[in-house]
């Protein structure tokens, strides 16, 4: 079972600086070339929980082609999801199971949840933009 000094082990070997936010989260902002990315780190009784928060501000006005097209990405990312958060904003987060979670799999996850915020990002901002623009 993963515990929090372990947690805070893998993301030492990971090199990611983070500081608390709030009760039981933490937050680390990792430098990509796409600028930065904040990821909140929260450790459950039964789950490791990473988030890109909000990922895309939309006030839950959510056009049925966002739905349709994080559902295509859903579908082709492993362990990392988009999905809705209470506002409607579109979050993109990963979620494991801590029973036997290992270095290795925390570090796949975590780079993995990087990776497709730096992938994704300009896509659903461009798109966003482009909505914004056209319905003006």
């Known amino acids: 079972m993963l515990d929090d000094a372990t947690l805070a082990q893998y993301l030492d070997r990971l090199g990611w600086e983070r500081v608390p936010h709030g009760a039981g989260t933490l937050r680390a902002v990792r430098d990509t070339e796409q600028g930065d990315v904040a990821v909140y780190v929260r450790l459950s009784q039964n789950w490791l929980i990473a988030s890109v928060v909000p990922f895309l501000v939309t006030g839950g006005d959510n056009p049925h082609d966002l739905?349709?097209?994080?559902?295509?990405?859903?579908?082709?990312?492993?362990?990392?999801?988009?999905?809705?958060?209470?506002?409607?904003?579109?979050?993109?987060?990963?979620?494991?199971?801590?029973?036997?979670?290992?270095?290795?799999?925390?570090?796949?996850?975590?780079?993995?949840?990087?990776q497709h915020a730096v992938m994704h990002r300009a896509t659903l901002r461009g798109a966003s933009d482009g909505a914004t623009t056209s319905s003006s």
Do not use: I
Request: aromatic share 8%; proline share 2%; no cysteine.
């Open 67 to 114: 739905a349709r097209w994080l559902l295509r990405m859903n579908r082709d990312m492993a362990m990392t999801k988009f999905a809705y958060d209470d506002d409607g904003d579109v979050v993109l987060t990963v979620e494991v199971p801590t029973e036997s979670l290992d270095y290795e799999e925390v570090a796949a996850a975590l780079t993995g949840l990087v």
